[in-house]
Every structure is written in C-alpha cells, then in structure tokens.
C-alpha cells in the first residue's frame, strides 16, 4: 500500500472535507483500509490529543504507517502459529496447545495446564472440529488483543 491508495480513499469517502479528516469520516477510512473498526488506541494514534479533525496529508500518512506497523504484527502472528505447528499441519491440536500453554506456564500444575488447554481450545475452536487453524488463531490473538486493550483502557480511566 502506497501513501496514493490512502489519499485515493479519503477523496472517494471524504468529498467535500477540504483538506480535513474528522473522525467520523476517519473511522471509515480506517475500515476500508484495514477491513475491520478502529479501535480507541487507533483513533489515538490517527487524531493524537483526542483532536476532533486532523488535516488529510497527517491523517494519510499515519493511516499509512499503522497499516504497515499492521502487516509486521501479522506476519509476527504467522510466526508464532508456525512455530506452535509443530508438525506442519496448518493448524494447531490438543496436545500442541497443551505444550504452549506448559511452556509459557512451566510453574502450573497439569491440572491448571489442561484446564487452560481446554478453554484455549473452546474459545479459538470456530468450527468445533478440535483443531485451530490458522484463521482460528487469528481471532483469537484479535481476541486477546482487544482483551488487553480494554483492560489498558479501563485501567487508564480509573
């Protein structure tokens, strides 16, 4: 993606604005970019100060970056799902999650390990066959992700 394709989006959603981004054009602009919301942290880094409009050439330019900062973390995501597919099956078993979970957590009883095993599986499981594929870990590590956004956001406010 070049600094073009930002701009040429925020001329095909913003017509009209000037110059100018607000945020409500650029929560759309970011959902065409990224495919998905932008989260609080996102909106802060687009409109930094909590500003209610940033001007477009700023904007594009940092839209941009996230969306690079954006393709590393996936690519740093594909790694970890590599490195837990052990036997290169393109998704990820019981047992593989079950050394993850043992080797994050070496202080865990087995108990805990298989119980943490289970729930891992349940919440990233999206067909229910017991495996986690690829698309699978991905939701999961969203997931997660935004877990530990809200908690950071929450903390934060209080």
Same mark, same amino acid.
């Given at each position: ?13 913003? $017509? ?6 607000? =945020?409500?054009? !650029?929560? @759309?602009?970011?959902?065409? #970019?990224?495919? /998905? ?41 594909? $790694? ?6 052990? =036997?290169?099956? !393109?998704? @990820?078993?019981?047992?593989? #999650?079950?050394? /993850? ?7 865990f009883t087995p ?39 809200? =908690? ?7």
């Amino acid at each position: 993606m070049e600094l073009s394709d930002v701009h040429h989006v925020i001329k095909r959603l913003c $017509s009209g604005s000037r110059g100018v981004v607000d =945020r409500e054009h !650029g929560r @759309l602009v970011w959902l065409a #970019l990224s495919g /998905c919301p932008p989260t609080e942290s996102e909106l802060s880094t687009l409109f930094p100060g909590n500003a209610a409009s940033s001007p477009e050439e700023d904007f594009a330019a940092r839209a941009l970056a996230m969306m690079k900062d954006e393709k590393r973390e996936e690519s740093l995501v594909r $790694s970890m799902f590599l490195a837990l597919d052990t =036997r290169g099956a !393109g998704f @990820l078993t019981v047992k593989e #999650l079950h050394a /993850c979970a043992a080797q994050i957590c070496p202080s865990f009883t087995p108990a805990t390990i298989q119980e943490m095993t289970r729930r891992m599986l349940a919440q990233a499981d999206g067909d229910g066959d017991g495996r986690v594929t690829w698309r699978d870990f991905q939701t999961l590590y969203s997931q997660l992700k935004q877990h530990q956004e809200q =908690r950071r956001h929450s903390s934060a406010s209080s």
